[in-house]
């Protein structure tokens, strides 16, 4: 089910390195997938350094979505200045469905907005939008019981089975 976290902290350099600093972020939501943690709706701090990321200090990212790295789930890479750390990425969700409303991980792992759902494959990670129109309006009510997913949606409740969203006949 989708959690909400306080606090989640970040290792802006690789382990073992010197460089970079930790710096804490906020993500509303978050889940397992396979060996990642997936870190979405992100707030980063004030203290974030700026020369390692494309990300501005003390800025809220509706719509990111940030895969942890394989060797830690609690290591998540800056692209710009540890390009060569695999594992780790931050992805940007289109601003379409507005920002991000829950999150479900497993052996699946489906973000949710309200008026869209995408999918997280990988590696290497991709988000595919699987639903247009349809998304939560309550991260409270995503739960999985045997390989569907089930929310409720702003139409009513709605599953995902198969890869496919639809309503709850």
Not at 45 to 62: D, K, L, M, R
Not at 73 to 89: D, K, N, Q
Not at 124 to 132: A, E, G, T, Y
Request: charged share 20%; aromatic share 8%.
């Amino acid at each position: 089910a989708a959690t909400e976290a306080d606090v989640l902290v970040i290792t802006t350099a690789p382990t073992g390195s010197t460089a970079g600093a930790t710096a804490d972020i906020k993500a509303r939501f978050v889940a397992t997938y396979k060996e990642h943690l997936v870190a979405a709706y992100v707030k980063m701090a004030a203290n974030y350094p700026a020369s390692n990321t494309i990300f501005a200090s003390g800025s809220i990212y509706e719509s990111l979505v940030w895969v942890s790295m394989t060797d830690n789930i609690r290591r998540f890479a800056s692209p710009v200045a540890h390009p060569e750390v695999r594992g780790s990425v931050p992805l940007q969700l289109l601003d379409d469905g507005g920002p991000i409303t829950g999150i479900i991980g497993g052996e699946e792992c489906y973000i949710f907005k309200e008026l869209a759902v995408y999918r997280l494959v990988g590696p290497p990670f991709d988000l595919v939008r699987i639903s247009k129109d349809i998304g939560t309006i309550s991260p409270k009510s995503i739960v999985e019981v045997g390989g569907v997913v089930f929310f409720m949606s702003n139409r009513g409740p709605a599953m995902i089975d198969g890869g496919q969203v639809r309503p709850v006949a």
